[in-house]
């Protein structure tokens, strides 16, 4: 069982952009990029406002349980009740997106659902008489399989290589007939551990029964988050596009999408902010035999694929929309709306970089009237084994020290050892003192001598700090033992020096952790963003 060892704010971790933490701390200078604050009274405006939004809800339901009949599941969820639901405009849901990593991809993945399924509750006992339905909105005609195909387990990377794979196909379409030796590798890292070889063989049932990766991603997210009513979603569906099909004239007919997204990341960019998408020229994407490609719009009303396969006047590309969109696909700038028009959703769950994303498009959905939800920061943890919560014990270091650049913790852990012979702080005041009396005796004699004085002092000062860290030099290897163990520690903490969570499969804790999903739906509260450290009890 896992237990909050602690939390630190997140700018503590010096781990996150400046907009994303003024975003969750909700500062003024950035409140135009958004429509409601992510607390209980900006759901109840959000709520006030989604009621007056129509959507074809029987549409949803039906192609909701159409795809879940050709899914096959090691564990059932009740999807009949849940469509029920959506059909009543009591019900909104609470949505996350991500791409289909396989077996979940990194830890983070589980963060994200994790924190949509409790967001979804927290919301149901703050306003019973609404339904809130948490949402897995599957990025399944994302092609960036290179992003998705691998994973990070003891050091190692292992990666997947579907045997019939062909470049920039969608990655829902992916056949999964070829993933059992994927499976079979990763469980011999686990040197035959029973619990673990059972783990993993029910989780290849969920992809080897489900022919393509969406499918499969399905069955496997449910398998993982059993029990819960989550619901998970294939945007890559011909009626469902049919519902957006204004998205994507619109797109065609008006430049005004690269008009919003341009000025509003102009417009963060001159508040110090690096914006993180921009739009381009035509937002939109041609799926043909399940290969997905760029649509660039080459003459003022001329349009073509990026291989050069397809082309299109913009009479014609308008006329393929309306007769068959589900052979258009949404860019990232086109999606989170897409997203919106098909879903009654209030709000959406995103980690730091799709929140800074979000920013830019307020005025994106105004200008295409599509309800802009509340955004929500997922939770984010570090999780360490009892062996790291001893050394933490072992070495009195704090939880704010574990986020700290490597050398900066080892000097200040050795020099924290030696604190009277060690510390130059005292020296330095003393020093200082010293060059200030002789600059204020030296100004009425000849104040361009201040200047050289100041110089020396600086020189003094690298001096005293070259010193230091001789010293701390010295240091390293009286504490050596001490020292190792705090390197190791920040390797298994920061693997390539990123955050835990973005780098170490999610598939390695929880075969560690089997209550691991419980604890975090125990300990998690998206509605306070912060950084929790989680230990074995």
Not at 459 to 471: D, P, Q, R, T
Not at 526 to 536: A, G, Q, V
Request: include cysteine.
């Amino acid at each position: 069982m896992l237990t909050v060892f602690d939390k630190i704010s997140l700018e503590e971790t010096k781990r996150f952009s400046k907009l994303f933490i003024d975003y969750i701390h909700q500062e003024s200078k950035i409140s135009e990029f958004y429509k409601f604050t992510p607390t209980l009274p900006g759901f109840k405006a959000a709520i006030d406002q989604l009621n007056t939004v129509d959507f074809d809800r029987e549409t949803l339901a039906t192609e909701i349980k159409k795809q879940y009949a050709k899914t096959t599941f090691t564990e059932t969820p009740n999807i009949n009740e849940l469509a029920t639901k959506l059909l009543s405009k009591k019900t909104f849901t609470v949505c996350t997106g991500h791409q289909l990593c396989v077996l979940g991809g990194p830890l983070y993945w589980a963060y994200k659902i994790c924190s949509t399924i409790k967001l979804a509750k927290q919301l149901e006992e703050a306003f019973p008489e609404y339904n809130f339905i948490p949402t897995y909105w599957l990025a399944s005609e994302d092609h960036d399989f290179e992003e998705i195909n691998h994973l990070s387990i003891f050091g190692q990377k292992l990666t997947w290589t579907p045997t019939d794979y062909i470049e920039n196909t969608i990655s829902g379409s992916i056949s999964t007939s070829s993933i059992s030796n994927f499976i079979a590798e990763l469980k011999g890292k686990f040197q035959n551990d029973s619990s673990t070889q059972d783990i993993l063989t029910t989780i290849e049932l969920c992809y080897t029964q489900n022919k393509n990766l969406a499918d499969a991603t399905r069955a496997f997210a449910h398998h993982i988050f059993k029990n819960t009513s989550l619901l998970v979603i294939d945007g890559n569906n011909k009626e469902l596009k049919k519902l957006t099909k204004n998205l994507f004239t619109h797109e065609i007919n008006s430049s005004a999408n690269i008009r919003s997204v341009t000025t509003t990341a102009q417009h963060l960019e001159s508040l110090g902010y690096h914006a993180q998408v921009n739009a381009r020229e035509t937002n939109l994407f041609y799926i043909e035999n399940n290969i997905r490609y760029r649509i660039d719009k080459t003459g003022a009303s001329e349009y073509k694929t990026n291989n050069g396969n397809k082309t299109w006047s913009k009479e014609t590309i308008l006329k393929n929309i309306e007769e068959t969109p589900e052979c258009f696909s949404p860019n990232v700038i086109i999606r989170p709306m897409y997203q919106q028009v098909i879903l009654p959703n209030i709000a959406y769950v995103g980690g730091p970089a799709e929140i800074a994303y979000w920013l830019e498009y307020k005025q994106l959905f105004e200008s295409n009237n599509v309800f802009y939800p509340v955004l929500v920061s997922r939770n984010n943890a570090l999780v360490l084994d009892a062996k790291s919560k001893q050394i933490i014990d072992k070495l009195s270091i704090s939880a704010s020290e574990l986020f700290e650049q490597i050398n900066n913790l080892v000097k200040k852990y050795v020099l924290s050892k030696n604190t009277e012979t060690t510390s130059t702080k005292n020296y330095t005041e003393e020093l200082k003192s010293i060059y200030d009396t002789l600059k204020e005796s030296t100004h009425k004699i000849d104040p361009t001598i201040i200047a050289s004085i100041d110089a020396e002092f600086q020189k003094s000062l690298n001096g005293l700090n070259n010193i230091e860290n001789k010293i701390a030099k010295a240091l390293k290897k009286k504490e050596e033992v001490a020292v190792n163990q705090l390197q190791k520690l920040n390797e298994k903490s920061f693997p390539n020096n990123t955050l835990q969570e973005r780098n170490d499969s999610f598939i390695y804790f929880f075969a560690q952790f089997p209550s691991l999903i419980n604890d975090l739906l125990s300990l998690f509260n998206p509605l306070e963003p912060t950084m929790y450290i989680i230990t074995e009890k």
